[in-house]
């Protein structure tokens, strides 16, 4: 996951027509058009050559001047242009008619005004800026929908990020203490299993701080750490947890999210085992099955109390991190095995290494 | 003072042991790991206070206090403290955090004898066999005390349930009048007609109705009517 995602540039995301690809494009277009019209009309070659520049030139200053007033004004999208334009559809061709007009009565006395030629020339006008102001619309409303786009996902992805973060689990403060407190009265009573807990101590930590930065880790290291977890537990709580692994040496390069089997483990303690006077036994099993790493965490316990109070949120969020990460196609489920145990179920694909990687 | 320690984990424990042997006025009665093992040892040692972790195996510190009939004076420990925070906004009540340091045990413990004298000075309670009737300990849905019966200036019945009245509070237990009438010192607490009992010790003002009963005024500003048959014990009793 990317630190931050910055917004998109601002300073052109109101503005409408790109700067420099505006100037090239209105330069080319106009160009174009009035080499045309040069060709395409007759006279003496003086007279071609000032009336199509005048028609012309009016026309790319006209709309160039409609494309300042909208951005100075920050017009954008078609409901906010569609009055301007149409004003400037009828004003600009006036402008660009009376340009030329001027052009050939002033500079070339050619002073024979025919009325309905000029009306035919300012129609042409209309037409030609009309298709401007349509080619202009639909490059902006184009413009416009990728930059909507392009914030939309932006937004979707912080959204995304941040409820990532919220749902990644920590060590729990409670188990935390309670170590701790042992781990004082340990110092007195047997040193070198004090001097081992702070290593397991250690080890776990270490690894939950990197839990917070990497996407996957491998199943080994996953149960590195839920290995430590339980060993600290059971310090505090001896005869009373009793541990089993049971691992298929096939899962141990499958990946998983890191701490998805540290807070069932936890769970299965703090919900089953440490409610039970006489304790009982946590078992992890895993197996890769039909392309999938499956690890069960088994702990004796009654469904009902593990269903109850924060337990169920704490599921609810290892449920959303897998769905983040695998879509549909890794669960979590929470089961009685028999009566008296509980079993929690992961099933994570093995090739994906996760969307976000 | 007589201190048991209730803690399901046997390093919390003898680490509390340990540090309690600084201390030499505290005598450790006992220990328990579960609130079963608890139970038996309050009532076999009567100590003056307890020791007791908030999470336990098979009911929580406050479940069990629920069960005890006079609860002594409670020391909680616990290793991440919103629980107690949360659940005693009213009781003084005390609580250390693990790991405990010796400093705030200290404290702690000045607290606990000066609460464990206070206990002993109350005239409120009378001794049933072993054990006398002090405090007990109250929960109405979120909120938990433990509550000195000579702070309680009214207790009214409720079916199978007594409400107290003390503070600003009016929690329910699960008690009868009764039973809880039978545990109580009758110089101090009076049974004022079928449902109430008040406390003489809160009472500010006394006066007589038409028809010759008492009613009675309380520090805090309730009333209680006195019943036709107790008025005349009352009158006796103030000798009025």
């Known amino acids: 996951m990317p630190d931050s995602i910055s917004a998109p540039d601002k300073s052109h995301a109101g503005r409408i027509g790109g700067g420099k690809a505006h100037f090239a494009i209105q330069l080319a277009a106009w160009g174009l058009y009035g080499v045309l019209q040069y060709l395409l009309s007759s006279g003496p070659n003086s007279l071609r050559v000032g009336t199509a520049a005048a028609w012309c030139g009016t026309g790319m200053l006209g709309t160039h001047f409609l494309r300042w007033y909208a951005n100075r004004r920050r017009l954008n999208g078609v409901p906010q242009l569609v009055v301007p334009f149409a004003v400037a559809a009828l004003v600009i061709p006036a402008a660009m008619s009376a340009a030329r007009l001027a ?255 | 003072l007589r201190a048991l320690i209730i803690d399901d984990e046997r390093l919390a424990r003898s680490g509390l042991r340990r540090l309690l042997r600084s201390h030499d006025n505290i005598e450790i009665v006992g220990e328990a790991a579960n609130p079963d093992e608890a139970m038996r040892a309050i009532h076999k040692t009567c100590p003056d206070i307890l020791f007791l972790d908030v999470e336990m195996p098979g009911c929580s510190g406050f479940e069990l206090l629920e069960r005890l009939e006079d609860v002594p004076v409670v020391i909680f420990t616990t290793a991440y403290d919103e629980y107690a925070v949360r659940a005693f906004e009213v009781s003084a009540l005390d609580y250390l955090v693990k790991p405990i340091t010796p400093e705030r045990l200290a404290v702690s413990l000045g607290r606990a004898r000066k609460a464990v004298a206070a206990l002993s000075m109350d005239s409120a309670s009378k001794t049933v066999g072993q054990s006398a009737l002090h405090q007990i300990f109250v929960r109405d849905g979120e909120r938990c005390w433990i509550v000195r019966l000579a702070d309680i200036p009214l207790m009214e019945s409720e079916g199978n349930y007594t409400r107290l009245h003390f503070g600003g509070s009016a929690p329910l237990v699960y008690r009868s009048l009764a039973a809880i009438e039978s545990r109580l010192d009758s110089k101090t607490f009076f049974r004022a007609n079928r449902s109430q009992i008040v406390n003489l010790n809160w009472v500010e003002a006394v006066e007589n109705d038409i028809d010759g009963r008492l009613i009675v005024k309380l520090r805090g500003g309730k009333q209680v009517e006195i019943s036709r048959r107790q008025s005349r014990r009352l009158r006796e009793l103030l000798s009025l």
């Not at chain 1, 392009?150 to 990644?168: D, F, G, H, N």
């Not at chain 1, 005869?239 to 807070?263: E, G």
């Not at chain 1, 946590?282 to 965490?297: A, D, M, P």
Request: hydrophobic share 45%; aromatic share 4%; net charge neutral.
């Open chain 1, 103 to 357: 052009v050939s009565t002033l500079l070339f006395h050619d002073s024979i005004v025919v009325m309905h030629v000029v009306l035919a020339q300012y129609i042409r006008a209309v037409l030609v800026v009309s298709v401007w102001c349509a080619v202009f619309l639909t490059a902006n409303e184009a413009n416009r929908r990728r930059l909507a786009e392009t914030e939309a996902l932006r937004l979707a992805l912080i959204a995304q990020v941040s409820q990532y973060r919220a749902l990644r689990s920590q060590l729990n403060p409670h188990f935390l203490f309670n170590c701790l407190n042992g781990l004082r009265e340990l110092i007195d009573e047997d040193r070198d299993r004090a001097k081992q807990v702070i290593d397991l101590l250690s080890e776990l930590l270490r690894y939950t701080l990197r839990a917070d930065r990497v996407e996957t880790v491998s199943l080994r290291e996953e149960l590195r750490a839920v290995n430590d977890y339980l060993s600290l537990e059971k310090v505090r709580f001896e005869d009373r947890l009793r541990i089993r692994f049971d691992i298929d040496p096939h899962s141990l390069d499958a990946k998983l999210p890191p701490m998805l089997l540290q807070t069932l483990a936890e769970n299965g303690v703090k919900h089953g085992i440490a409610r039970l006077p006489a304790g009982g036994e946590l078992e992890v099993v895993s197996q890769v099955l039909q392309g999938s790493l499956r690890v069960e965490v088994t702990n004796t316990g009654k469904l009902s109390i593990a269903t109850q109070d924060s337990s169920a949120l704490g599921l609810d969020n290892a449920r959303e991190r897998l769905r983040m990460m695998y879509g549909e196609s890794a669960s979590l489920t929470l089961t009685a095995k028999d009566e008296n145990r509980v079993c929690a179920t992961v099933v994570v694909p093995v090739r994906s290494n996760g969307l976000g990687s």
